[in-house]
């Protein structure tokens, strides 16, 4: 018996491996009403250990799932400088 070979279709599906993002990467939760990053979390029900759902600051949104993003180390620092 002979070497095997690695099969045309295996070795021509293969895509090279993405780049990853240089730096920490942060998720950040954003407002689906405004666009701000100002939500915080809603604590309540029995002795304070329930999530009621999210609130945004700003403009006062409530609800269960605000959006997310995803931002450098540097875009998260300015926002957190109020920039």
């Known amino acids: 018996m002979g070497k095997l070979k690695?099969?045309?279709w295996i070795l021509q599906g293969k895509?090279?491996?993405k780049e990853k993002k240089k730096?920490?990467?942060f998720k950040v939760k954003i407002c689906p009403k405004c666009g701000?990053?100002?939500v915080g979390i809603i604590v309540?029900?029995?002795e304070g250990r329930g999530v009621l759902g999210w609130e945004c600051k700003k403009?006062?949104?409530k609800g269960?799932?605000?959006s997310e993003k995803e931002v450098t180390e540097?875009?998260?620092l300015k926002r957190g400088e109020g920039k």
């Open 36 to 38: 701000s990053n100002q």
């Open 59 to 61: 403009c006062k949104w």
């Open 23 to 25: 730096g920490k990467i």
């Open 15 to 17: 895509e090279k491996p």
């Open 6 to 8: 690695t099969p045309d």
């Open 44 to 46: 309540g029900g029995e």
């Open 64 to 66: 269960k799932s605000p």
């Open 74 to 76: 540097e875009e998260f």
